[in-house]
């Protein structure tokens, strides 16, 4: 990787690549940076950066191949990476604030289930968005 990482996610694109995004480095920055890692010529390349740095959050492959970011770092918004421009676009907020969601994609939305709210409290609710 370009940047050291941690707490970060790592989805597999549709073209086999993988898309590296957000966590933090080791001056515990939070990180809105993203990579790209070509497993077939083994090397890495930046791509767009998300509009808001993150940790702990979901990133979810949709049908159409592009990648939902949802919630982390106390944040209730979410993004979608488009790999053929390499650019993540900010689509809207969740109605709560989730750190650690999981994600699973449900039809065509994703639905966000689970994590921590504002104050760490553990959370039994769960939405579909996009």
């Known amino acids: 990787m370009g940047t050291p990482r941690e707490s970060h996610t790592a989805t597999l694109l549709q073209n086999g690549k993988v898309l590296v995004a957000g966590g933090f480095n080791e001056h515990d920055r939070y990180l809105s940076s993203a990579e790209i890692y070509d497993p077939a010529s083994g090397s890495w390349s930046p791509t767009g950066g ?16 592009e990648v939902l970011a949802a919630g982390g770092s106390g944040r209730a918004d979410a993004d979608v990476y488009d790999p ?16 650690a969601p999981t994600a699973t994609l449900v039809g065509t939305g994703d639905l966000v289930v689970g994590g921590s ?8 609710s769960a939405e579909i968005g996009r």
């Open 117 to 124: 709210g504002v104050s760490g409290e553990a959370l039994a």
């Open 84 to 99: 053929a421009s390499g650019i993540w676009n900010p689509i809207g907020s969740m109605t709560t604030v989730r750190f």
């Open 50 to 65: 998300m509009s808001s740095a993150r940790i702990r959050f979901s990133a979810t492959l949709l049908p159409d191949g």
